[in-house]
């Protein structure tokens, strides 16, 4: 909608022949042209290399060796990286419940 309001503003300009319309049709044309490209690069292009690349993404996470990190429970993954938590911490409701981290000084 917004492409095609510019390109009907600017549309009369290509088309005008009074006094300095060979100055303005040299600027209106690049700027139609510009709005053309961007509109179809949004709307082909972009979603088009989105998806090859989370396609990509989803096949490189899925082969590489620390693939299991990356599927493993927000539990698995905190008591991992800090044991202490493993043994003071229960599920209660889906929900990782710490009671209590005591602190070495």
Do not use: N, Q
Not at 61 to 66: D, E, N, Q, T
């Amino acid at each position: 909608m917004t492409v095609m309001c510019m390109l009907a503003g600017l549309a009369p300009i290509l088309w005008s022949t009074g006094a300095g319309s060979d100055v303005m049709k040299r600027i209106a044309a690049p700027m139609m042209g510009g709005i053309v490209t961007s509109f179809l690069l949004e709307l082909a292009v972009y979603p088009a290399l989105y998806s090859i690349r989370k396609r990509t993404t989803a096949r490189s996470v899925a082969l590489s060796p620390h693939a299991r990190c990356h599927r493993a429970s927000f539990k698995e993954r905190i008591s991992r990286a800090i044991p202490e938590l493993s043994s003071s911490a229960h599920e209660g409701s889906g929900v990782l419940v710490v009671e209590e981290l005591t602190v070495a000084e």
